[in-house]
């Protein structure tokens, strides 16, 4: 990719029909994404996921992270592997989750096959 941005966003919602479980489901999920590239494989990035469930009352409905960190791109030996730390604020949620969230991810990035 040319320069240090990357922007872009996840959207998806599920909806059941047809007499699923024993409940209703209608939720959605909203993750926009955005990466400012530091060279030497460092990184700063916000991942927050912003979910909606409209079966919930009106103040139990939204759960809205603010929130970023950092991650390192490296190899070992040929496998490249990709970790990050992200933290976040529950600005909006529902009354009994949680007020923040803490995130550690590893990812092993596997080459794709030709």
Known sequence: MQGPWVLGA?????????????????????????????GQGWYLTSVPVITANWEA????????????????????????????VQAFDNVEHPRRAADWQLRFQVQFLLPGFK
């Open 10 to 38: 996840l959207v998806s919602h599920q909806e059941s029909f047809a007499g699923w479980g024993p409940q209703h489901v209608s939720q959605t999920l909203i993750q926009p994404f955005v990466n400012y590239n530091l």
């Open 57 to 84: 009352g009106d103040d139990d409905k939204w759960t809205v992270p603010v929130g970023g960190g950092f991650g390192k791109l490296f190899k070992l030996g040929k496998l490249p592997i990709n970790t990050q």
